[in-house]
Structure formats: C-alpha cells, structure tokens
C-alpha cells in the first residue's frame, strides 16, 4: 500500500468488497486520486476519512432515474418517444437532467450509479447509458452505453393511440420486430457480399444490423415465461446478444432452468413493486426463491421511480430470506450488475478499481444503520 502522504484511507471493521467472498475484517482502504491502491491490515499514513463498515457503491442496474422527475408532473416525465415503435437512435442520455431530486437522495443512501433505460412502450425503445449519480451534467455523468432497450409482452401493445405503426398483440409486436431484424440482416449479408456498402444503409437499419453482428447487446422488458421463451426463440433465430430485463412474473424454476442453459444474464426485479397488471399477476416476493436458487448470473433493478432508487438495498432482505450470504447480497447490487453491464472499474472494492464506496455506522443491514460517509471515485460525496 502506498504510504504518500497525499492518499486518503477509511478504516473498515467489516469491508464488503463486492463479491460472494467472505467479508475482510479489520482491514483499510486506501485512495490516491480516484482509484484505490491497497486494502491492506496495515494502517497507512495519510488523512483519514471515516470508520465503519464499508461497502461498495450501489449500482441501480434498471432505472429511469432523470427521465421521470421528482416533483415534476408526469405531462414532464420523458422515459417513452411516442413517434414511432422503433427507435433503434434515441439516446436516453439526451432526456436525462441531472437536476433530479432524486439523484441526491440515491447518493445519501449509498447508491452512486444508475443504469438508465427508456421506458417500455415501444418495441424499440432506444440506448441505455450507465451513468454517474454524481455528476454535475450528463457528459461528466456518462460511462457507456450497455445496450439497446426492447420490450416484449404487455407494454408495446398497450400503446395504440401513440404514433406509427403500433401492435395490437403480442404477436403482432414480434411481427415488426422480426420484420426489421430480417430487414438488418438482408442489409448486413449484402454489406458483407460488398454489392453494398454501410452508406448505402439507412440509420436505423446500420443501428439493427450493430445489434445483429454483436456490437450492442438488447436490454429487454420481459415479465412473463412465455415471452421470454419467445425472446430465447428470437436469439437462437437471429444471434443478437440479450439481457432479460425484470421478469417479475417467474414464478417457477423451471423458467430459470431454460436462461440458465442459454447462459442468459438477468437484471432483476423490482421486488418491491405493486402488481398492477395482468402480466404481473403472478409477482410476488416469494418468486425470489427461484431464482435465488439457480446459478443464474443476475443483479437487481429499483426500476425507478416504480421504487424509489434510495430504497435499492432494502430489497436484499428476500435474498437473505432465501440462503444468499450478506456478501452474495451486496454483490447484486454490486460487482453483478458491474459484470451485467459490462464496466470493470465499479462494483468491486479492489486495487486499481475506482474508490466508490460507502462507510456505515453499522452493518447495512441493520434497520438503525446509517452513511457516515460516501465517496465517489475519490470525490467525498457526503460524510
């Protein structure tokens, strides 16, 4: 550990370093900067910070967090573009404003990024950007674009009196989505064959071929079994990469058995939810078990404002109700969904990663415990 005077330190009683290995105990974290450069038994010279339990910082990995805004009327929320059903350009990033409330709150409780989505009333809804709680306007806060939203079941069909060309029927979605990845992939043979070049493509269909040929991955609403056995039909169809998005109507093993041979990843959730429609009739925390129990690579969502963001951990409780570990917990909400989202520098409290964590005044999970102390990437957020 390097011993620069320059370098800040937390001493940690308990440190979740996010992942399922067990908790080190009475250890420091040392930071230079925004990166951390040891955890070491051996307490370093420098400034030090705050003493507790740490854990990494929360990663939202669903939300619309910045879309639909705290105090604002929902004739203000901007989570879907109602022109057309496919919308493989939009950019989610460019409906966010930083100025949300709600931001504020997230980071007082620990949670420091947000994967933001737009919302599921287009089959295509547009990229997601995974993005910083704590920045001061949408260029500092972004740090890539996991994907592109889609979303099958309900949502898309409930949309007819918006513009385009809109589905009545599950089936009827699936037709126009189909219809267009044939499309791209049409395009993408020729581009191939050279008897066309991408110049010659429309945008959206370069932004579907880009889903096709494996540049960007589809985040994908889907609640109930059988859409999501249709979602695995459409990638073994077409090759597209997917994540499952929600799947809050899984009430069974059985279900999971199939991701788990198709190796799909899930972003969970949100448990906490009202089921306020008939695709969720089967919700229920209890679903948890299932795919608690599965070997599943999986994180969790607040699908926010659906919950609240600041309420992200408070839905590790079922986890522990179903035999997950404290540490197996924080790590859905962290080193997971950093996994799931394709980011190596947040999520884990590890030399060289970034030093974005949380100091407690007891364990987490614990009803009476409280931040002493926030840090993100170096920066120190509230203490």
Same mark, same amino acid.
């Given at each position: 550990?390097?011993?620069?005077?320059?370098?800040?330190?937390?001493?940690?009683?308990?440190?979740?370093?996010?992942?399922?290995?067990?908790?080190?105990?009475?250890?420091?974290?040392?930071?230079?900067?925004?990166?951390?450069?040891?955890?070491?038994?051996?307490?370093?010279?420098?400034?030090?910070?705050?003493?507790?339990?740490?854990?990494?910082?929360?990663?939202?990995?669903?939300?619309?967090?910045?879309?639909?805004?705290?105090?604002?009327?929902?004739?203000?929320?901007?989570?879907?573009?109602?022109?057309?059903?496919?919308?493989?350009?939009?950019?989610?990033?460019?409906?966010?404003?930083?100025?949300? *409330?709600?931001?504020?709150?997230?980071?007082?409780?620990?949670?420091?990024?947000?994967?933001?989505?737009?919302?599921?009333?287009?089959?295509?809804?547009?990229?997601?950007?995974?993005?910083?709680?704590?920045?001061?306007?949408?260029?500092?806060?972004?740090?890539?674009?996991?994907?592109?939203?889609?979303?099958?079941?309900?949502?898309?069909?409930?949309?007819?009196?918006?513009?385009?060309?809109?589905?009545?029927?599950?089936?009827?979605?699936?037709?126009?989505?189909?219809?267009?990845?044939?499309?791209?992939?049409?395009?993408?043979?020729?581009?191939?064959?050279?008897?066309?070049?991408?110049?010659?493509?429309?945008?959206?269909?370069?932004?579907?071929?880009?889903?096709?040929?494996?540049?960007?991955?589809?985040?994908?609403?889907?609640?109930?079994?059988?859409?999501?056995?249709?979602?695995?039909?459409?990638?073994?169809?077409?090759?597209?990469?997917?994540?499952?998005?929600?799947?809050?109507?899984?009430?069974?093993?059985?279900?999971?058995?199939?991701? *788990?041979?198709?190796?799909?990843?899930?972003?969970?959730?949100?448990?906490?939810?009202?089921?306020?429609?008939?695709?969720?009739?089967?919700e229920n925390w209890r679903n948890v078990r299932f795919i608690a129990e599965s070997?599943?690579?999986?994180?969790?969502?607040?699908?926010?404002?659906?919950?609240?963001?600041?309420?992200?951990?408070?839905?590790?409780?079922?986890?522990?109700?179903?035999?997950?570990?404290?540490?197996?917990?924080?790590?859905?909400?962290?080193?997971?969904?950093?996994?799931?989202?394709?980011?190596?520098?947040?999520?884990?409290?590890?030399?060289?990663?970034?030093?974005?964590?949380?100091?407690?005044?007891?364990?987490?999970?614990?009803?009476?415990?409280?931040?002493?102390?926030?840090?993100?990437?170096?920066?120190?957020?509230?203490?």
């Amino acid at each position: 550990m390097n011993d620069s005077t320059a370098m800040k330190y937390v001493r940690a009683s308990v440190l979740y370093d996010g992942t399922s290995n067990a908790a080190k105990k009475n250890v420091f974290l040392g930071f230079d900067g925004k990166r951390i450069v040891g955890i070491s038994t051996k307490e370093p010279k420098g400034e030090l910070i705050a003493d507790g339990i740490v854990t990494p910082a929360f990663i939202d990995g669903h939300s619309h967090i910045g879309l639909a805004r705290s105090g604002e009327p929902s004739s203000e929320e901007e989570g879907n573009e109602r022109m057309d059903p496919m919308l493989p350009l939009v950019n989610v990033l460019d409906s966010v404003y930083m100025d949300d *409330s709600a931001f504020k709150e997230s980071i007082e409780h620990g949670v420091l990024y947000s994967h933001v989505m737009p919302g599921s009333g287009n089959i295509i809804g547009g990229r997601t950007a995974l993005i910083r709680n704590f920045a001061g306007d949408i260029h500092d806060a972004l740090i890539s674009n996991p994907g592109i939203k889609a979303a099958l079941g309900f949502n898309p069909r409930s949309t007819t009196d918006w513009k385009g060309n809109r589905p009545t029927t599950r089936m009827g979605a699936m037709s126009i989505l189909r219809n267009e990845l044939i499309k791209a992939s049409k395009a993408y043979r020729l581009v191939k064959k050279k008897r066309k070049t991408v110049d010659d493509l429309e945008p959206q269909t370069e932004a579907l071929m880009d889903i096709l040929n494996g540049k960007q991955r589809l985040m994908v609403h889907v609640h109930k079994e059988d859409d999501i056995v249709n979602l695995i039909g459409l990638i073994s169809e077409f090759g597209f990469r997917a994540v499952i998005n929600h799947a809050g109507d899984v009430h069974s093993s059985r279900l999971w058995e199939i991701v *788990s041979r198709e190796r799909l990843q899930v972003i969970y959730g949100p448990v906490d939810s009202f089921a306020y429609k008939v695709e969720l009739k089967h919700e229920n925390w209890r679903n948890v078990r299932f795919i608690a129990e599965s070997n599943i690579k999986y994180c969790l969502m607040t699908d926010h404002p659906v919950v609240l963001q600041r309420n992200l951990f408070l839905q590790l409780r079922f986890f522990l109700r179903y035999g997950l570990t404290k540490e197996q917990s924080v790590s859905l909400i962290s080193g997971n969904a950093a996994e799931i989202l394709g980011c190596d520098d947040i999520g884990i409290l590890e030399r060289g990663r970034m030093a974005s964590f949380t100091v407690w005044n007891k364990d987490p999970f614990s009803l009476d415990a409280w931040p002493l102390a926030v840090v993100g990437e170096g920066r120190t957020l509230l203490s």
